[in-house]
């Protein structure tokens, strides 16, 4: 059948019109299209090796290679998901200080999809409350919040140079602004956009201020082991729950263990007691089985594997701190290609930052200088993957941002 390019007269599908491409998921195409051989792709948040290659972690292929030999059938899951995912998650997640039977444990699809499982939640519970999010915060939380019809409204986060934390903006604005019984999301580490994370003593001031207002916290658990190590990264999470008995934690693992296209992240219901676990669990599940029924498998399948075995769990965590020093090398390497630049510009405080992410400082229109001029792709706000750098071709990354700014 022959497809006209004209809307067809009385159709209800003429009255839609395109979306806007994704602000950064957009660029991803964009620069999937420049035939460029020297370009450069600093947009979006994924971890990339010295051959540019976003690699399948070695004890992913070893779990894989055990899964193929043991795994006996691809029924549906569960609509919470692994039952032997779920357990780990929770251990991995929250340690000794969280029991089982505080916290209820729902597999999601990557943490965008528990993300909005949470905002699902609170929507049908709490009577569409407002959302409190730092400014600035990741581009598809107010998306999500969106679709969940949650209003969101801002707190301050990060200081007027954008390199490092307004702790008293962001204090006063949660105990000045926001409303008992309302919501705030909280990056535990490694935020994006800006890499700069309160520390020890400031996540102590946070929970308590967020504790005294009476505030419900989601807490964006995205990065886990990218920042200071596994155990250093909760500092934060450890910090709210040692003050606030209820919480909803929204976890990924498509960082620490390199399972982007498997989808895997789970929702973490902290409540007081079991009865209300049991309650809120079978909201979340009621959720999950009019969205998507229930989860996929074989991504959830390799994190259980893994952190079921010994020596394979020995081998994630070298593995994740060969990334998490190796970014923090990249870094390194920026500052030091920038200062040996003719550019007037210190990039030192890209060394006190967590994770993947930076504000690089440049206008929208030195953004859209590299692009077009140097094909080096980088979100509008300025913000770079630092994973997405490449040591082999560092200097001339840093002579074509020192001649666009």
């Not at 370009?39 to 540019?52: E, I």
């Not at 969106?146 to 007027?160: C, D, F, H, M, N």
């Amino acid at each position: 059948m022959a497809v006209s390019s004209q809307p067809v007269a009385g159709s209800l599908l003429a009255a839609v019109s395109p979306a806007p491409p994704d602000a950064i998921l957009g660029l991803t195409e964009a620069f999937n299209g420049d035939d460029r051989r020297d370009k450069m792709n600093l947009s979006v948040g994924v971890y990339k090796d010295a051959d540019g290659i976003t690699p399948v972690m070695r004890c992913v292929k070893d779990a894989e290679q055990i899964l193929v030999e043991t795994e006996k059938t691809k029924g549906y899951l569960s609509i919470d998901g692994l039952p032997d995912y779920r357990d780990q998650v929770r251990r991995l997640v929250f340690g000794r200080d969280v029991t089982a039977d505080q916290v209820a444990i729902v597999q999601a699809p990557g943490g965008t999809g528990a993300l909005r499982i949470a905002a699902d939640f609170i929507g049908s519970q709490f009577g569409s409350p407002r959302v409190w999010l730092p400014s600035p915060t990741w581009a598809n939380h107010n998306a999500i919040l969106s679709a969940a019809r949650l209003p969101a409204e801002t707190y301050r986060y990060l200081s007027g140079d954008r390199t490092s934390l307004d702790l008293t903006g962001m204090l006063e604005d949660l105990t000045d602004k926001a409303k008992p019984g309302e919501i705030v999301l909280l990056h535990a580490c490694c935020h994006n956009p800006s890499g700069v994370d309160p520390d020890a003593d400031q996540w102590k001031q946070i929970a308590e201020a967020i504790a005294a207002a009476k505030l419900f916290p989601i807490i964006d658990y995205a990065y886990q082991g990218f920042g200071d190590g596994l155990d250093q990264d909760s500092v934060g999470l450890k910090a709210l729950l040692s003050v606030i008995p209820e919480a909803i934690v929204c976890s990924s693992y498509s960082k620490n263990f390199g399972l982007y296209s498997e989808r895997v992240g789970a929702v973490g219901l902290v409540a007081a007691d079991a009865t209300t676990v049991a309650a809120s669990l079978s909201q979340l599940k009621t959720i999950v089985r009019s969205n998507y029924s229930n989860p996929p498998r074989h991504g959830a399948a390799i994190v259980a594997t893994v952190l079921g075995d010994e020596a394979l769990t020995r081998s994630w965590k070298k593995e994740l701190m060969e990334m998490r020093l190796r970014i923090h090398r990249l870094r390194e390497l920026f500052v030091e290609g920038m200062k040996a630049t003719t550019a007037d510009r210190d990039y030192s405080f890209l060394l006190s930052q967590k994770g993947m992410f930076s504000f690089s400082g440049l206008t929208p229109m030195q953004v859209d200088q590299l692009r077009t001029e140097h094909g080096i792709y980088i979100v509008g706000s300025g913000r770079i993957n630092v994973a997405g750098m490449n040591e082999n071709r560092m200097d001339w990354l840093c002579e074509k941002i020192a001649a666009v700014l």
